[in-house]
């Protein structure tokens, strides 16, 4: 937590997209959830229109078995016939991953519109008294496209409607249907076009808005995890500089320190304090005194590198800076730097007593080795007196905690 330097708007959790998550009355979804939903479910309805296909070729092939004995007079069409559209069919199955969602839909509503021709040709072409048998394959083939590849609404209205007219065209206009038979048919074919819609309408529908209902839940828990998250963090963010704060040091501080006492790594501490800042609010106002801190803050968390280092403001006019991986020397320079860089940001400060006219720090360094073994309360209390030796010293300036102290104070808590 608070690994880096950013600040609580970081965090704060993104906003869910408002689309407007309901069906078209084609049952489509709005362009947003279209592409997720497509993202989602595409590998689903490949391997279910593979599946299908395969078992739809199988049946589609079978009646190349039964085709001599019901229309013996266009059975070699047939077989011919039906070997193209399973040409076509291990095309579309090959094809499949390839294709973006609207031309995989839109080949496969070609194949079955295909598919469906065949059986209905069939069907007007023979005379054999059986003939009228492969009117029923025709209406099977409907049903396969629709409740076993389950093709989309728009183009289940669009298969149906073609061979619904098609169909209808070919009852009409065969001489050697009564009356009866015509009407028969015409009414086979009007019913199964109906319950194949209704049935698609039905069943996508219920699929999709189940869909629906997953993704509003999917994101409402997201939200409300990204919302605790950002809660987390705001109890671990001081709320001036948004920077880390007390509770975020000691919990950083606390893993840094069994990290060390386990050998994985060295870390320094440095401890910064402004130079003389009740006179400065005394001198400027509290508002000015809050503003000087942000100023501070923000050039320290820029100081800090990503993922390595740790700013907290560590109370009042007080800094702390943790840096993971550095030696002491390195970690002396890099304080060095940070106690200059804030006296370059020049703040004024008219009000001192020792005639400096800026704002400056004085800082305080203790560093750990890798496989020591002391305390927060050690480490802070080392870093804290390095930094009364910094004040003692003249102010605006760095001091590293003398060894001997850091040797003394586990003795001196025991």
Known sequence: M????????????????????????????????????????????????????????????????????????????????????????????????????????????????????????????????????????????????????????????MLTAVCWTAGQLVVIFRPELTFDARLALSMQLLMASYFLLLSSWLMQRSHRQAYLAKLRETERSRGLELARQSFAELSMTDALTGLGNRRCLDEVLSDWLA??????????????????????????????????????????????????????????????????????????????????????LAIVHAARPDGECRVTVSAGLTHLDIGADRSEQDVLAEADIALYGAKRAGRGRIELAAKKVVELLPRIRA
């Open 259 to 344: 990290e060390t006492r386990s050998g994985r790594m060295q870390f320094a501490l440095i401890m910064l304090d402004v130079d003389h800042f009740k006179a400065y609010n005394d001198r400027y106002g509290h508002p000015a005194g809050d503003q000087c801190l942000k100023e501070i803050g923000a050039a320290l968390a820029s100081f800090a590198r990503q993922g390595s280092d740790v700013v907290a403001r560590y109370g009042g006019e007080e800094f702390v800076v943790l840096m993971r991986a550095v030696s002491r020397p390195v970690a002396h320079d890099r304080a060095r730097d940070l106690v200059e860089a804030i006296a370059d």
């Open 2 to 157: 608070f690994r880096d330097h950013q600040t609580v708007q970081d965090f704060a959790p993104a906003a869910p997209q408002d689309d407007d998550e309901r069906l078209d009355p084609l049952l489509g979804f709005p362009a947003g959830v279209a592409r997720r939903y497509e993202a989602d479910s595409r590998q689903e309805r490949i391997r279910h229109l593979r599946v299908g296909i395969v078992a739809g070729i199988l049946s589609y092939n079978s009646y190349d078995l039964i085709s001599f004995f019901t229309f013996p007079d266009v059975a070699k069409q047939a077989i011919v016939l039906r070997l193209i559209i399973t040409a076509l069919a291990a095309a579309v199955w090959f094809w499949l991953p390839r294709l973006t969602a609207f031309w995989r839909e839109m080949l496969l509503l070609g194949a079955m519109l295909a598919a469906c021709a065949v059986p209905l040709y069939l069907f007007a072409a023979t005379r054999a008294p059986n003939g009228a048998l492969s009117f029923i394959d025709f209406l099977l083939t409907i049903v396969f496209g629709i409740a076993i590849l389950q093709v989309r609404f728009p183009a289940a209205i």
